[in-house]
């Protein structure tokens, strides 16, 4: 069986992108979308509900994010989950 691990997300950027160079020489953008979603509530009126996700980008990715990647500018993510940490509390 053949696994796929892809997602697309679309939001605006939460704050500038935090960029770093890694001792090897490799660049990451590290920052965090917020994903507006409308859902009805038990009145029938619309209610908005935001999510925040934590991304990063590396090499020649980071650096675009560097220079288009503004605080409020749209973004859309196209890639993998990674997770971080074991998830056990």
Do not use: H
């Amino acid at each position: 069986m053949n696994q796929l691990n892809q997602i697309i997300i679309e939001g605006n950027l939460v704050r500038e992108p935090e960029i770093r160079e890694t001792a090897r020489g490799s660049t990451v953008a590290k920052f965090t979308l917020a994903v507006n979603r409308y859902v009805k509530n038990a009145a029938g009126e619309f209610e908005q509900e935001t999510y925040f996700f934590d991304a990063e980008a590396w090499g020649k990715l980071a650096e675009t994010v560097e220079k288009k990647g503004k605080k409020g500018s749209g973004c859309r993510i196209v890639g993998r989950l990674k997770q971080v940490g074991s998830g056990i509390a």
